[in-house]
Nanobody, 122 residues
Framework: QVQLVEFGGGLVTTGDSLTLSCAAS????????MGWFRQAPGKEREFLAA????????YIPDSLKGRFTISRDTAKNTVYLRVDSLKPEDTAVYYC???????????????WGQGTQVTVSS
């Protein structure tokens, strides 16, 4: 089992950039695929990005490319999500997720963090 803790949420202004962090722990953390989701009030959960822990492969849906960047620091067991040009519609709870099966992560990851709130003011 992997434990995930997100950091970096808060109140930001339209146009700002923000980097969220997700610290992973557990003896199998290095074998998991990691990713980010968000959920805004009244909306369904949305998949944002994924990264393969042991390699350098990343996946971001075409609709989000350009503003979202995922990266990881293997030495720190930490995955990052950078969001540029923030808009009020980016306001949501952002969740880190992990799964030992990369193909499953975008739809139904097994492990979740507690989430961190991001609020974008206009």
């Amino acid at each position: 089992q992997v434990q995930l803790v997100e950091f970096g949420g808060g109140l930001v202004t339209t146009g700002d950039s923000l980097t969220l962090s997700c610290a992973a722990s557990g003896r199998t953390a290095s074998s998991y695929a990691m990713g980010w989701f968000r959920q805004a009030p009244g909306k369904e959960r949305e998949f944002l990005a994924a990264i393969i822990w042991s390699g350098n492969d990343t996946y971001i849906p075409d609709s989000l490319k350009g503003r979202f960047t995922i990266s990881r620091d293997t030495a720190k067991n930490t995955v990052y999500l950078r969001v540029d040009s923030l808009k009020p519609e980016d306001t949501a709870v952002y969740y880190c997720a992990a799964d030992p099966i990369a193909e499953r992560l975008p739809s139904d990851p097994r492990e979740w963090g507690q989430g961190t709130q991001v609020t974008v003011s206009s």
